[in-house]
T-cell receptor
Framework: GAVVSQHPSRVICKSGTSVKIECRSLDFQATTMFWYRQFPKQSLMLMATSNEGSKATYEQGVEKDKFLINHASLTLSTLTVTSAHPEDSSFYIC??????????FGSGTRLTVV | DAKTTQPTSMDCAEGRAANLPCNHSTISGNEYVYWYRQIHSQGPQYIIHGLKNNETNEMASLIITEDRKSSTLILPHATLRDTAVYYCIVRVGDNQGGKLIFGQGTELSVKP
């Protein structure tokens, strides 16, 4: 199979603090992972492509200094929301691609900034 | 910048086939069509994908027109648990680095 684990599933943080979200491929190695965000009643919006051992590629309009992505190993990518504000509250979802299995998504992280 | 068009919502009676259409008229020759679904507050679940031939698996069938400008996802016997948002996606990019850009999807409601 192809399993992607995301942690935490839910986090509440104070405005101005940073939050780290982890995405792990449990039974395969993923050279490429993807990060999405989703607002209520909207579709998923691709934020960035995370490449193992190199810099992430951000989609147009996504602040790279705000959303730090680190892909230090073939099974782990992290997204850090820096200096979070209430408008960053959203559902964040990661994805990884395993050849012949397609793209597998994590279960998502609900971030609430208060 | 999504490359697909889907109806916003559809209803289907439980036990009947659900046929979800998707238009992707600008698809390129080497771009795959993927279908995912998302149940509220969960990550998207893979359903099926194809290039130009029709595909079938344990979940669904994918019918792609000969000109590849549209496709239909068929859930042969819809159940209440199939109620979800269904996304038709054209993969953008090359084989290993390709990314999935989601459109608005179709909200399918399966009714008793």
């Amino acid at each position: 199979g192809a399993v992607v684990s995301q942690h935490p599933s839910r986090v509440i943080c104070k405005s101005g603090t940073s939050v780290k979200i982890e995405c792990r491929s449990l039974d395969f190695q993923a050279t490429t992972m993807f990060w999405y965000r989703q607002f209520p009643k909207q579709s998923l919006m691709l934020m960035a492509t995370s490449n193992e051992g190199s810099k992430a590629t951000y989609e147009q309009g996504v602040e790279k200094d705000k959303f730090l992505i680190n892909h230090a190993s073939l099974t782990l990518s992290t997204l850090t929301v820096t200096s979070a504000h209430p408008e960053d509250s959203s559902f964040y979802i990661c994805s990884a691609r395993k050849p012949r299995y397609g793209y597998t998504f994590g279960s998502g992280t609900r971030l609430t900034v208060v | 910048d999504a490359k697909t068009t889907q109806p916003t919502s559809m209803d289907c009676a439980e036990g009947r086939a659900a046929n979800l259409p998707c238009n992707h008229s600008t698809i390129s020759g080497n771009e795959y069509v993927y279908w995912y679904r998302q149940i509220h507050s969960q990550g998207p679940q893979y359903i099926i994908h194809g290039l130009k031939n029709n595909e079938t698996n344990e979940m669904a069938s994918l019918i792609i027109t000969e000109d590849r400008k549209s496709s239909t996802l068929i859930l042969p016997h819809a159940t209440l648990r199939d109620t979800a948002v269904y996304y038709c996606i054209v993969r953008v990019g090359d084989n290993q680095g390709g990314k999935l850009i989601f459109g608005q999807g179709t909200e399918l409601s399966v009714k008793p």
